[in-house]
């Protein structure tokens, strides 16, 4: 059974994302020898142990350093193979989703890849983010056949697998989630589609206000006007009917 994909990856990307997928980052790559030639010399090579290490340097340095450690310090330090780790998951506040963001691919470490980078920017942010759900696959089998006419009885099965992941976002201004999904629309990555609903909350009282807006304009001021609206209503109906309108004077005093 083949299977039809949506692009087909380069090897150098392949081996771009097993290398994020097995513990190394793009800043963790050596710049200097390549990796066959250190391990030739016998020096090792970077690890996912050194990364870490060098994270928990940063982390210290930031803690001792003069105020305290901060999440706005952490967000905005350089800390290189931060990328490899699971973002920093901030605790809800009023538990109020504000929007939703759905992935989809039909090349899952694609997909992982970009998920991971969507919640670094959401942890960066201070977005409270839920950890990624993995939907339900989406399956379709297409059966077509490969020749017409006598060679009908021969056919051919295509098969097509959509992957979606879905993260929701908690308690965060509008502001900072478009800021977010601007982001994430700049640095889209091929292959990887997104889907993003939003909630917007109106202010305390605006059920009030659009009810005293509508009374407002029913509302008709002057007493000739409304008097005058009724017998045109009046005169509409009874023409509509055939009937002969007979005005009325009306008194002085009204």
């Given at each position: 059974m ?13 081996a771009?994302?097993s290398r ?11 710049q ?20 870490e290490?060098?994270?928990?340097n940063?982390l210290?340095s930031?803690?001792h ?38 992935f989809?691919?039909?090349a899952?470490?694609l ?10 920017a ?8 839920s ?21 009908k ?18 308690d965060?201004?509008?502001q ?21 609903v939003?909630?917007?909350r ?10 005293k807006?509508?009374?407002e ?23 509509s ?14």
């Amino acid at each position: 059974m083949l299977a039809l994909k949506a692009c087909a990856r380069p090897r150098g990307l392949a081996a771009l994302v097993s290398r994020c997928r097995r513990g190394y980052s793009l800043d963790a790559i050596p710049q200097g020898p390549s990796e066959a030639e250190s391990s030739k010399s016998g020096r090792p090579s970077s690890s996912a142990s050194s990364l870490e290490g060098a994270s928990q340097n940063w982390l210290q340095s930031l803690t001792h350093a003069a105020g305290g450690f901060s999440e706005e310090k952490w967000a905005s330090t350089v800390v290189h193979g931060r990328s490899v780790h699971e973002p920093l998951y901030h605790a809800r506040t009023h538990d109020i989703p504000v929007a939703t963001v759905h992935f989809r691919s039909y090349a899952p470490p694609l997909m992982d890849l970009f998920v991971h980078f969507a919640s670094h920017a959401a942890s960066a942010l201070g977005i409270p983010l839920s950890r990624p759900v993995h939907l339900p696959t989406q399956r379709s089998l297409w059966t077509v056949p490969r020749s017409p006419f006598v060679h009908k009885k021969s056919q051919e099965n295509f098969e097509r697998k959509v992957h979606k992941r879905l993260v929701k976002a908690w308690d965060a201004d509008p502001q900072v989630i478009e800021r977010w999904v601007r982001y994430l629309e700049r640095h889209a990555m091929p292959g990887v589609g997104m889907r993003i609903v939003r909630w917007e909350r109106a202010p305390v009282g605006i059920g009030e206000k659009v009810l005293k807006n509508a009374v407002e304009g029913m509302r008709v001021s002057d007493k000739h006007k409304m008097q005058a609206l009724g017998e045109q209503i009046v005169k509409n109906e009874l023409a509509s009917q055939g009937t002969e309108v007979v005005q009325t004077p009306t008194s002085a005093s009204s």
